[in-house]
């Protein structure tokens, strides 16, 4: 039995939004839910809870220390559970709370697009202009971009630099050189650091995650992170904020209605898949890299004018159509071939021309995506 087994009718029966979200006729494999059941040792952590009528409220560090444990096994990094980090109800409620706190509301962030979504929507709901430095055709971050921006080259001098670290949809992994630069850049102008690093456990060897955290000579920076991305957890709404020490006790004042909105059984779930879900991962990671590969294959032999560059991070597929000479890939491919896809400009306007495809998931949907697309032009 494999991670990503679930068959299609047993997987049209879910009611949560990629399921639901369009006709019963189109293939979904878009937003980023996996179509699997959860790690073994998360469902026997959540039954054991249900069935004792254990869902009260949220108590102590359990997450933070699971967290924790997990960075310095894995990414070879240690931070305090205790003084340098908060419990937040998601990653992206998170960021908006950590600007409000330790910024100043209508102060400009830099982003780098194309980037998730939802950067420029909770952006735009918590009143921050937004300052675009677009990731290089490689998918990598513009240091020399950075630069001009972080010093206002642009007219406008940034608060803060949100980095999506492993980065979506691109699934690149910065370097530790890059995020040297990039703190250092950072130091040099005052511009804090938010680093969105929901896909740290989703980098594929010989690629390894650095925490911005971890990187030389970084101040004033944060980390939001959740395990809710690598172990489908999205449903179960838990996260964590992890400060730099020079701003870990202004991130500890994090007022009530941030802090209490978290959920228990979010916390349960997360702990027992940062514990003991881990050979959970690295059987969904193995079949991660394998769809990559099958993605590569099948559209080099349906849709070879489709660029496709695997990423090395995340179960996302960037996908460069603008060679197909459609006006709206995305919409082609789901009015003619019945298939949803991210469309390319909800993650910026460099992103015309492109799709997301979601990779988590079967062969067969898979190939069936691609079938359908090909069908589509």
């Known amino acids: 039995m494999t ?25 979904p494999v878009w937003v980023a839910e996996m179509d699997c059941r959860p790690a073994p040792q998360v469902i026997e952590a959540l039954t054991h809870a249900i069935v004792g009528g254990d869902t009260g409220y949220p108590v102590g560090r359990p997450y933070e220390h699971a967290l924790a444990e997990y960075a310095a096994e894995v990414w070879d990094w240690e931070f305090d559970p205790v003084a340098h980090a908060i419990q937040v109800p998601d990653v992206m409620q998170g960021i908006v709370s950590v600007l409000d706190l330790l910024g100043t509301r209508g102060a400009p962030v830099v982003i780098n697009p194309p980037v998730y979504p939802q950067f ?3 952006l735009a709901w918590g009143e921050r202009p937004i ?8 998918g990598r971050l513009d240091l020399e971009g950075l630069e001009k921006a972080f010093a206002g080259e642009s007219g406008q001098k940034p608060e803060a630099f949100l980095l999506c670290n492993p980065h979506n949809p691109h699934g ?19 511009v804090r650091i938010i680093s969105d690093e929901i896909h740290a456990p989703l980098v594929s060897a010989p690629a390894k995650h650095t925490p911005i955290l971890s990187v030389e000579g970084v101040r004033d920076a944060v980390i939001i992170i959740s395990a809710s991305k690598a172990w489908n957890l999205a449903g179960l709404k838990s996260a964590l904020a992890i400060g730099s ?15 209490h909105s978290v959920s228990y059984l979010g916390i349960v779930s997360h702990v027992a898949a940062l514990r003991e879900g881990r050979a959970w991962l690295a059987e969904a990671l193995g079949e991660i890299e394998a769809n990559r590969a099958l993605l590569s294959s099948l559209l ?3 849709l070879p004018e489709v660029r496709y560059q695997p990423g090395e991070a995340t179960y996302l597929a960037w996908l460069d159509c603008r060679a197909l000479g459609l ?17 390319g400009p909800t993650f910026g306007s460099v992103g015309a021309g492109h799709v997301r495809m979601n990779l988590a998931t079967s062969p067969e949907i898979i190939a069936e995506a ?4 090909a069908a589509s032009v």
């Open 172 to 190: 690149t992994v910065p370097t530790r050189e890059e995020l040297t630069t990039v703190a250092r850049l950072a130091a040099e102008h005052g």
């Open 327 to 343: 006006a709206d890939p995305g919409k082609t491919f789901l009015d003619k071939g019945r298939v949803a896809l991210n469309n």
């Open 3 to 27: 991670v990503f087994d679930l068959p299609l009718d047993e997987l049209r029966r879910r009611t949560s939004l990629k399921w639901t979200a369009f006709p019963p006729d189109v293939l």
């Open 120 to 122: 420029f929507k909770y």
């Open 131 to 138: 300052i675009e430095v677009p990731l290089t055709e490689a």
């Open 245 to 259: 020490p020079d701003v870990a006790d202004r991130l500890l004042t994090m007022p009530d209605e941030v802090t």
């Open 300 to 302: 080099a032999e349906q």
């Open 370 to 373: 691609v079938r359908r697309m």
